[in-house]
């Protein structure tokens, strides 16, 4: 069973950078799926990004390509989520989460992190 943690929120001003990181333990992290996904007050949870097992497929929400970056690294049971030129709207309680299959769905994981918040300010 694979475990999930999320780190990396806070708050930031409009315009900057921040990385999340999601920590898996277990020692099948590399035959999982991850994928991104961000719920905003009020909002229902939403797709992010997702990567493949090996890294190389990767698929973005359309609106997000660009300043968004996922990546992974096998070896430290680690996913990344890069994000540049921050805005207010990207506020919102960010999860990782692992899934056997590809997918941008969220019922396709089956495993979640419990979350880091990001707060963007104008």
């Known amino acids: 069973q694979v475990q999930l943690v999320e780190s990396g929120g806070g708050l930031v001003q409009a315009g900057d950078s921040l990385r999340l990181s999601c920590a898996a333990s277990g020692r099948t992290f590399s035959t999982y799926a991850m994928g991104w996904f961000r719920q905003a007050p009020g909002k229902e949870r939403e797709f992010v990004a997702r990567?493949?097992?090996?890294?190389?497929?990767?698929y973005y929400a359309d609106s997000l390509k660009g300043r968004f970056t996922i990546s992974r690294e096998n070896a430290k049971n680690t996913v990344y989520l890069q994000m540049n030129r921050l805005k207010p709207e990207d506020t919102a309680v960010y999860y990782c989460?692992?899934?056997?299959?590809?997918?941008?769905?969220?019922?396709?994981?089956?495993?979640w992190g419990q979350g880091t918040r990001v707060t963007v300010s104008s």
């Open positions: 989460a692992a899934s056997p299959v590809l997918s941008t769905r969220s019922n396709q994981y089956n495993l």
């Open positions: 990567i493949s097992w090996t890294g190389d497929s990767i």
